[in-house]
């Protein structure tokens, strides 16, 4: 007999997890709506030369690629065993898999919008709210198959579009109860300081390395620019920018002071002033930390970077993106800039049961239970379940004829809050009886006084 088990990274979702996650996901998609985005999906899985190349060597290697079908055919089979052994020697993969499981939504966005470009109206904003997959470590907070909610404008370099989708976060979060940190940054400002320790060639060893700051500290960030190839000197100018503090007027000063000079740091430091004159509130302050330490490991951000921390709880963050304004142009059509944010939706789940967010209505499905006391009572509640069902209102029969306690407890498990039972002088007198379990009170009323009463305390 064999165990049932679960692949490492994903999960089962109970009924009552599903009604909590719809509720995350029922908000974020209200305020994705109400900032004028539309809805997209795309396909579980990309052929594998769209997904490579786009998130970095480190991210390469999370993809999950998917096996070549036909394996029943003789000369396929040859043809894939072929493929393992030039996979074994270094030499090629492409007989063994050409296809690969999104690891996020942000290129099959680019690649939905590279394929539609001529169809689209510019500015194009849609969200999407699909699962991903990536062949990471499993453990708290990070899983192998997760669902992201994205939203992006494309077609639009206005840095309104920063404006709005850090809205998006602080409105969503405020809904959902979960106090945060919105940290900002800009690429702009990391390739500055690229270039100021040798070219631009060196951004991604300096982000890879500077985006674990806060798992691995100061000291291991040091050493791994080190192995990178990075100089004494140059990675001691990369710690003085990382030790840059204050508030966020006095970290732009002093990010100018250091990186200024360039042409990409001075307009990333434009970039962030605008941003942060613009969301400034009405009594002084900012809704978001400027960190210069944020990194955002992924190479296609060419501007403003977003993350998303939750306060109070232990764990990754909740959210991200940034801009990225040819990501396109990897899919052979230039000139279309972009924006975009995400939402982890399992990590803000976690974090919503940490702190017990979530509202315990979410624990209720059906309202009413009708229990069963045989054919001739089913046939006479039957026309008010439905009835009610019609009106909106989640109710359920029990299916067999069984004892009272079978049943209760059949309502309690369930918490459903209030029951009815219809026997045969309650059929001859055109009545019912209702008790309401919450309160341990019980009434009878008419049958066609009901539905106002059900109404009545909801």
Same mark, same amino acid.
């Given at each position: ?5 679960? +692949? ?5 979702? #109970? #009924? $009552? ?28 899985? =990309?052929? *594998?030369?769209?997904? @490579? ?33 030039? &996979? ?19 290129? #099959?966005?680019?690649?939905? &919008? ?8 510019? +500015? ?33 370099? $206005? ?119 613009? *969301? ?6 900012? +809704? ?5 330490? @944020? ?41 279309? #800039? ?6 982890? &939706? ?7 049961? =940490? ?68 026997? $045969? ?34």
């Amino acid at each position: 007999m064999i165990k049932p088990t679960l +692949p490492q990274g994903t999960r089962d979702f #109970p #009924p $009552s997890v599903v009604r909590k996650r719809q509720y995350i996901l029922r908000i974020i998609r209200e305020v994705f709506e109400r900032y004028g985005f539309q809805p997209l999906e795309t396909p579980a899985m =990309e052929n *594998l030369e769209t997904l @490579l190349g786009k998130y970095g060597d480190e991210g390469d290697k999370l993809i999950f690629r998917i096996l070549n079908n036909g394996l029943d055919n003789p000369a396929k089979r040859e043809q894939v065993l072929d493929g393992f052994r030039q &996979v074994m020697e270094g030499t090629g993969s492409k007989a063994v898999t050409e296809r690969a499981l999104r690891y996020d939504l942000t290129i #099959p966005f680019a690649r939905f &919008v590279a394929m539609n470009h001529g169809q689209l109206q510019f +500015p194009f904003k849609r969200y999407q709210i699909q699962p991903v997959w990536r062949a990471d470590r499993p453990q708290k907070g990070r899983y192998r198959e997760f669902y992201q909610c994205d939203a992006d404008v494309v077609g639009s370099a $206005s840095l309104l579009n920063e404006a709005e989708l850090a809205n998006i976060y602080l409105d969503a979060f405020r809904m959902l109860g979960i106090p945060i940190e919105l940290r900002l940054n800009n690429r702009k400002i990391l390739a500055a300081l690229a270039e100021a320790c040798g070219g631009a060639e060196k951004l991604t060893d300096i982000t890879v390395a500077i985006d674990k700051l806060d798992k691995i500290g100061m000291e291991k960030v040091m050493e791994e620019l080190s192995q990178r190839g990075l100089s004494d000197e140059q990675s001691s100018a990369i710690g003085m920018y990382l030790s840059i503090s204050g508030d966020v007027d006095e970290k732009l000063s002093k990010a100018e002071a250091l990186l200024g000079h360039t042409p990409q740091g001075q307009k990333g430091i434009e970039e962030i002033r605008w941003l942060a004159n613009f *969301l400034k509130k009405e009594e002084g302050g900012y +809704p978001f930390t400027l960190d210069f330490t @944020l990194a955002r490991g992924l190479n296609y951000y060419t501007g403003t970077i977003f993350e998303v921390k939750a306060g109070g709880v232990q764990i990754g963050s909740i959210g991200g993106g940034g801009r990225y304004d040819d990501l396109t142009g990897l899919f052979g059509v230039p000139g279309i #800039p972009g924006v975009g944010i995400s939402f982890g &939706v399992d990590r803000i789940y976690d974090v919503m049961e =940490e702190r017990g967010s979530f509202p315990e209505s979410l624990e209720v499905g059906t309202k009413l239970l009708f229990f069963n006391l045989g054919e001739s009572e089913c046939r006479y509640v039957w026309p008010i379940l439905q009835s009610l069902r019609e009106s909106g209102i989640a109710c359920e029969i029990y299916p067999e004829q069984t004892k009272f306690d079978k049943q209760f407890k059949y309502a309690e498990k369930k918490k459903i809050p209030m029951v009815v039972i219809a026997g $045969s002088e309650e059929i001859a007198n055109g009545t019912l009886k209702v008790k309401n379990l919450t309160t341990s009170t019980q009434q009878t009323i008419g049958k066609d006084e009901l539905k106002e009463l059900l109404l009545q305390a909801s």
